[in-house]
């Protein structure tokens, strides 16, 4: 990988194909593996998150077929102005449960344009903050069931609980990092 940059003589074959031909020199050298073992740990282990994912998906693209997306972007920014920096604070965790990605796309571009009067740049920035906080939220809660797995705790809700400070230290430092964009651009 590193002389197909570096030099540029060699061609470049592409990180799928260094990556099976890594893998197939890793079949032949070191310790004996399983194949068949190591594609089946790897299917059951990846599985749960891929069916969560799938299933996010299909609720979000249900959600726009039937207007629902819509209403939610428009209930939150039909709020009044002083109230609009709590509903993203609020809306956007929650509908981070179902996906962070989702509330990404279906309200943080909402949410970035009512708040043009503020620095752009870090109003973003901090919009992406608090939406990922959807990621440990129930009932999905990639991150808290990923952590859960990695720890060895049975229940990913113990994972959460030990989170819920952070993640309000989070939320509430996301929020000021809105409301104060003007002054912190100018100090850049």
Do not use: H, W
Not at 52 to 79: D, P
Not at 157 to 173: A, I, N
């Amino acid at each position: 990988m590193a002389l197909t940059k570096i030099f540029k003589v060699i061609p470049d074959i592409g990180m799928p194909l260094m990556f099976l031909i890594s893998a197939a020199v890793g079949l032949f050298t070191g310790r004996k593996v399983s194949p068949f073992e190591v594609i089946s740990e790897a299917i059951n282990s990846a599985l749960p998150v891929m069916s969560i994912l799938m299933g996010v998906g299909m609720f979000i693209q249900i959600m726009t077929l039937t207007g629902v997306r819509g209403f939610i972007v428009l209930t939150c920014l039909g709020l009044p102005e002083s109230l609009r920096l709590l509903a993203a604070g609020v809306s956007i965790p929650l509908f981070g449960a179902v996906s962070s990605f989702g509330a990404a796309s279906v309200l943080g571009v909402p949410f970035s344009l009512a708040f043009l009067n503020m620095d752009t740049v870090f109003t973003i920035a901090g919009l992406s903050f608090i939406a990922s906080l959807g990621d440990m939220m129930p009932p999905t809660a990639l991150a808290g069931i990923f952590a859960a797995q990695v720890t060895g705790v049975k229940d990913y809700v113990k994972v959460l609980k030990r989170c819920l400070v952070p993640m309000g230290v989070m939320l509430v430092y996301g929020m000021i990092f809105i409301y104060f964009s003007k002054p912190l651009a100018a100090l850049f």
